[in-house]
């Protein structure tokens, strides 16, 4: 006799991805220590904590430390301090209106991307490829199903609602796009807004990357029109004000996203207050400076710097003419294997002949094949050598 277990997990590919390419660089590396391995594989920021940021969170750490301003419990859904900061923070950078109970403070926009699924039944999920792989595998690991919406070379990797039969879908899109750094323009997110009211759809729009948009592209779902009604938001300040190790991020549930007679909001609350603890107080202060004017004029001169790096990626591309998208208003670039090598392939050739490491597409989706991601998270120098290094293959 044996417990069951979930059986889901049988239809996962074995390992995670970036668990995948760490073990294969671990390997690399004890076999080779004397290397020098440049890494612009999983987009984990460099540049530290901005000074705003850690005035904010050494304040709070002495706060910590004084009985009467001593925190315990945080409240579940994250203080009204940063709350109010997050619905400040969508009105002054994309003119859009949220209010405070729309608002649910957490650990990380990965956690949320893999946690919602819990409030849907089973439906069909809606989901481009290639895409960040946690929407398909928390999916997976639910039994849900997915209809794959090809993105390609051909739609310039961001792909439209068009032929798809069916509804009552949890569509994906994520945009700026990981990892294609492919942008929607306001007109593409009117048309995936209008398909999801009419075939009574939900979308999860994961905003991690808004900060690098330059274009006037949207950097909320909510700049379209009716949006409220049918999407949900999930962003983060990891990459906008480089908090991929101190964890904060918020999703956005509207109070009007309503599935029939059902609040998705109320249901995403019950579920946070039950399973969630709250992010630590010192974190919050963090974020809530990240949010104010001054935090973020330091991040994103932060982000001038990675687009930078950027920069210096896509003009060795644009040399030597290889095809690729993102780079602009992202800080991933996506570029097409050179001599049709399959992603892996290239992977490990310039991991065991340059020590350089990037992330094969593959592992984003089967359109992914044949493509490989570089990011611009890396230092100035470090991006400068990796050009260098890449320059042979192409
Ligand atoms: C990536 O490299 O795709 C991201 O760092 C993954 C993440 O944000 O979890």
Known sequence: ????????????????????????????????????????????????????????MANAVQEMGVKDTFKGYPPEYGYDFLREAIVAHYSKRCNVSIKCDDVFVSDGAKSDCGNIVEI??????????????????SNIMCGRKA????????????????????????????????PTGAVYTKDQLEKWVKFAKATGSVIIFDSAYEAYITGGEPRSIYEIEGAKECAIEICSLSKSAGFTGTRCSWTVVPTELMVG????????????????????????????AALSD???????????????NAKLIADLLKEKGVFFTGGISSPYIWLKTPDGMSSWEFFDKLLNEVQLVGT??????????????????????DTLEAVERLRKFL
Request: proline letters at 6%; hydrophobic letters at 35%; aromatic letters at 12%.
């Open 261 to 288: 007679d059902t609040s998705l909001n109320a249901m995403w609350a019950r579920r946070q207050a039950t399973k969630f603890n709250g992010v630590p107080y010192i974190i919050q202060k963090g974020a809530e």
């Open 1 to 56: 006799m044996s417990v069951k277990v979930n059986t889901n997990y049988d239809n996962l590919v074995k390992n995670y991805l970036f668990s995948e390419i760490a073990k294969r660089v671990k390997a690399y590396t004890l076999a080779n220590p004397d290397k020098k391995i440049i890494r612009l594989g999983i987009g984990d920021v460099t540049q530290p904590l901005t000074k705003t940021v850690i005035d904010a």
């Open 147 to 178: 209809k794959f919406i090809n993105a390609n070379e051909a739609n310039l990797f961001a792909p439209l609602p068009e032929g798809i039969d069916g509804g009552n879908y949890v569509i994906y899109i994520c945009s700026p796009n990981n």
């Open 294 to 308: 001054q935090g973020r004029k330091e991040s994103d001169e932060i982000i001038s710097y990675y687009m930078r």
């Open 120 to 137: 849907f039944g089973d439906n069909e999920i809606l989901i481009p490829d290639p895409v960040y792989p946690v929407y398909l595998d």
């Open 360 to 381: 094969p597409g593959s592992g984003f989706g089967k359109n992914g094949e044949g493509f490989f991601r570089l990011t611009a998270f890396g230092s100035y120098e």
